[in-house]
């Protein structure tokens, strides 16, 4: 199956490939993050893109959830600095609409047993100084509060695994 023919069977199903475009033209800061760090998630003209919630919804928060799914399937490094790098951006961006799903849909979720991407150590080794404590109650609510003073020891150095 050609890439035209997956646009159109996608066209067929409901996909309005409009917002995810008008997105892209939009200026915004997340799109600016996201060309510089995960062009590949963004790329329109990629069949597995289009099958994506960002093309889907145009929004940060489904590209967000692509993210998240990417990274736990590539397990590669390189990408999961560039994802984070791109999260950590939204999620201290200031706006509701970035924050939220950067830490509710893949900070508080890239740790969890489920998902089995990382430990706990190795996301506090990735999050900015005081994110921890800034996050704290969010960061208990979804990693309880064992996970809470795991993620704590492992950023102040007092952990050893």
């Known amino acids: 199956m050609s890439f035209e023919t ?5 066209e067929r199903e409901g996909w309005e490939p409009e917002k995810a475009i008008a997105t892209l033209e939009s200026g915004e800061d997340w799109v600016a993050w996201a060309n510089e760090l995960l062009p590949e998630m963004i790329d329109l003209s990629d069949a597995l893109v289009c099958t994506g919630y960002f093309a889907e919804d145009g929004s940060a928060r489904g590209l967000i959830w692509d993210l998240l799914e990417n990274v736990v399937s590539r397990a590669d490094d390189e990408f999961t600095a560039r994802a984070f790098a791109f999260v950590l951006n939204c999620a201290e961006s200031g706006e509701a609409e970035l924050e939220k799903p950067a830490l509710i849909g893949f900070l508080c ?4 047993s489920d998902v089995g991407m990382m430990c706990l150590d190795e996301l506090a080794a990735r999050l900015p ?15 309880g509060s064992e996970g809470l003073a795991i993620l ?10």
């Open 129 to 143: 100084g005081t994110m921890i404590e800034d996050r704290a109650g969010l960061l208990a609510h979804h990693y």
């Open 109 to 112: 979720k890239v740790a969890q």
């Open 152 to 161: 704590r020891a492992a950023k102040s150095g007092r952990r050893r695994h």
């Open 6 to 10: 997956d646009i159109e069977a996608l």
